[in-house]
């Protein structure tokens, strides 16, 4: 795979054009606004004399990325490339009608990738003569500093374009996690408890956000409170993944949107990009003085016990969640070990972590859930159940 195509000059595809050509691919990066290749390609420069400044690359190999990099504004121009990753608007009309034409242009072994988050890759398939072509690999956000990438087989993908993607995307330094091509793959679909549980236990007034937060991040070590991080991805955009993913699994209570963050985002308040969200921010993205007053108190004042009942719950859902990803065959433990550590920082992976708390522990919690609410969002996995009645560990 040495010519990439790139469609989409955004954040995301010039991230991955970054990446492909610092593994010394040619890359031809694709958009239908010149002003957007402009701003691509002076947001490249920007982060190369970063790089340069740091001492992490020198001037010749700054000029080695940036001479691998041509920007386009024709899709013929895409013609030549071995593999094409599109990367543009989360629309399944829109993208099936750009990989319609671009496969017009493009050779009968070249492969076509999607970097969809949500969307169905056999739909997006399904609008090629070739659909055996297609796949999807998704890249995390940054592209260039995150580890993971979702690797994507539809049904219609033949074998031999998985082994090619997954082999190029590895010679591109990336660790590769392959999934089911069911809604939300494997991070967006395992991490939807860190935001939705959290967001239930501030709706039962059990405690408030920079309480939630520092719970979360004190016990459990994640670098960011689930809070803190919705504003940070944006309320309009965790709410559409979450609406999304819910939608997509016929409306299974687990994955049931939030009233709090959908008004929100009505509202406009979508984090530090509006300056208000769960927090108010200052003009250079901190959360405010008041904000952070709220939380040292409530820091200070809250008892250990409720600490650990806040992140007790949310482990155990998301622990619940990545034990059902695999009963449901939608990759192997490594894989969403790795996909939850490399892909969203989580401090362990959920599977490791569910072997050290005790799948008795991951058992009972989700029973003593189960038993409150008598909800079917607090049912435990049936692989839960068959390996604690086994006393099984998810790794030996």
């Excluded at 008004?263 to 208000?276: N, P």
């Excluded at 490594?334 to 490791?352: C, F, H, Q, R, S």
């Excluded at 991951?362 to 189960?370: A, M, N, R």
């Amino acid at each position: 795979m040495k010519n990439i195509g790139i469609i989409g000059s955004g954040t995301m595809g010039s991230g991955i054009a970054q990446v492909a050509a610092t593994a010394g691919c040619m890359v031809k990066l694709y958009d239908t606004k010149q002003e957007a290749l402009d701003k691509s390609k002076a947001a490249l420069e920007k982060i190369l004399n970063r790089l340069v400044q740091k001492g992490r690359i020198d001037e010749a190999e700054k000029n080695r990325i940036q001479g691998n990099i041509s920007y386009v504004d024709a899709l013929k121009d895409l013609g030549d490339s071995d593999l094409t990753i599109e990367a543009i608007v989360e629309n399944l009309e829109i993208k099936q009608k750009v990989f319609a034409e671009l496969e017009t242009y493009v050779s009968d072994t070249a492969i076509i990738a999607s970097n969809t988050s949500s969307l169905s890759i056999a739909s997006i398939a399904s609008a090629l003569q070739k659909p055996e072509r297609c796949i999807g690999i998704h890249f995390f956000n940054p592209a260039p500093l995150m580890k993971l990438v979702e690797v994507i087989p539809a049904i219609q993908t033949s074998k031999e374009v998985l082994q090619t993607v997954t082999k190029t995307i590895s010679d591109w330094k990336k660790v590769v996690a392959v999934a089911k091509d069911t809604p939300g793959f494997i991070v967006n679909r395992v991490a939807r408890p860190f935001y939705g549980e959290s967001l239930r236990i501030y709706e039962e007034g059990i405690a408030d956000f920079a309480t939630i937060d520092n719970a979360l991040k004190t016990l459990g070590n994640f670098r960011m409170g689930p809070f803190e991080l919705m504003d940070f991805i944006g309320n309009d955009v965790n709410y559409t993944v979450t609406e999304t993913v819910f939608t997509a699994f016929y409306y299974d209570s687990r994955y049931k949107p939030s009233f709090t963050q959908k008004r929100l985002s009505e509202a406009g308040y979508l984090g530090r990009k509006t300056g208000k969200g769960y927090y108010d921010y200052d003009e250079n993205g901190r959360v405010t003085s008041s904000a952070v007053e709220t939380q040292n108190v409530t820091s200070s004042a809250v008892e250990k016990s409720l600490q650990q009942t806040i992140f007790n719950r949310v482990l155990v859902m998301l622990i619940n969640e990545a034990a059902d990803a695999l009963f449901l065959n939608i990759a192997s433990a490594e894989d969403i070990d790795n996909a939850m550590t490399k892909g969203v920082n989580y401090p362990k992976g959920l599977l490791a972590w569910a072997d050290e708390k005790g799948i008795d522990w991951c058992v009972q919690k989700l029973d003593e859930l189960y038993d409150e609410y008598h909800e079917d969002r607090y049912r435990c996995s049936p692989l839960l159940r068959k390996m604690n009645r086994q006393g099984k560990k998810f790794f030996d």
